[in-house]
């Protein structure tokens, strides 16, 4: 990578922590001149490989758009036609874009896609389940790739799924490690901790609970069964989300510990190595919401070989 753009300041300081030969910018991408990224990075227009990314998604997310029932009127919608910048500019020779199934079907993808097969590009579009490109998380996500004159391929499912289990199974209690994004202080009310212990576990949920032994509440709420949830050792875990140590925001409790999943946790859930290194003197929500935000590296892994093998063969 040669270089990167995010306007969040912690997710560029902690790109830059962990892939300190790439160049960060930490800048509103409508800010960037790309002839000058360009130069600054040595190269011309043609010569660059692959520009990936992920236009913010909160506009086109299943949760903000009710399912698709309704339109949001998010200036950050119009991003994408920043990617379309960037393409007509740097004219890679390859092209993938990551974001949430909402894109699929929305008006914007449909001229993306116009604009650069104007371009000479031809791209592919599907809905995939990132639970079968090795990542251990059911997470479905629109991936669009495209290359330069001729229609590529996305990469195949790889044989089998990788579980809760494989991912955080090996991991010491938190009070063991000596990992700050693994062990740090949390503070919960006494009538949650108490509820939380009596939850089933691996994969037992608050729904198993009689009503006397719920909050308050989750006995006037009728839906929403996933929070105070927990995780299953045997299966992927759930989408990894911004609330993702939180356990009133979904299915985040550990499959047998009597505690939310930490930050590291919900890293590997993600497909982060495990020596991906975290800035945690802003603390844990923060990173929680740069976790949860994340393509997940694994998936975003597969359908970059498979785009570099293909433009390997065409040299």
């Not at 190269?43 to 490989?49: H, N």
């Not at 009127?73 to 199934?101: G, I, Q």
């Not at 330069?148 to 199974?169: F, N, Q, S």
């Not at 990894?240 to 499959?255: A, M, V």
Request: one cysteine or more.
């Amino acid at each position: 990578m040669v270089a990167a753009i995010d306007s969040d300041t912690l997710a560029a300081q902690t790109y830059r922590l962990n892939h300190p030969s790439s160049l960060v910018i930490a800048k509103d991408i409508r800010r960037i001149y790309v002839g000058a990224l360009l130069k600054k990075v040595g190269l011309v227009p043609g010569e660059l490989d692959l520009v990936a990314g992920c236009p913010p998604c909160q506009g086109f997310s299943t949760l903000r758009t009710m399912n698709g029932s309704k339109t949001i009127d998010d200036t950050m919608n119009d991003l994408v036609f920043e990617f379309t910048r960037f393409v007509r500019l740097a004219r890679p020779k390859a092209v993938m874009m990551e974001n949430v199934p909402g894109l699929f079907t929305d008006a914007r993808l449909v001229k993306f896609r116009e604009d650069i097969r104007a371009l000479g590009y031809q791209s592919v579009v599907e809905v995939r389940e990132a639970a079968d490109f090795g990542v251990p998380q059911r997470r479905r996500r629109m991936i669009l790739v495209a290359l330069v004159g001729r229609l590529p391929e996305l990469a195949e499912p790889v044989a089998d799924r990788v579980t809760v289990r494989d991912a955080i199974g090996d991991l010491k209690n938190p009070d063991d490690s000596d990992d700050p994004a693994h062990n740090y202080t949390v503070r919960r009310a006494v009538r949650v901790l108490e509820m939380i212990k009596k939850i089933p576990k691996d994969g037992g949920s608050r729904n198993d609970l009689s009503v006397e032994e719920q909050l308050p509440c989750h006995r006037r709420s009728d839906g929403f069964w996933d929070t105070y949830g927990r995780m299953s050792w045997s299966r992927p875990s759930p989408t990894i989300t911004g609330g993702c140590i939180n356990p009133s925001k979904g299915r985040f409790l550990h499959p047998v510990e009597d505690r939310a999943i930490t930050v590291r946790e919900a890293a590997l859930l993600q497909g982060f190595p495990d020596d991906y290194v975290f800035d945690m003197s802003k603390g844990r929500y923060p990173n929680a919401q740069l976790v949860g935000n994340a393509f997940p590296p694994r998936f975003a892994e597969v359908h970059a070989r498979k785009l570099a093998e293909t433009l390997r063969s065409a040299r």
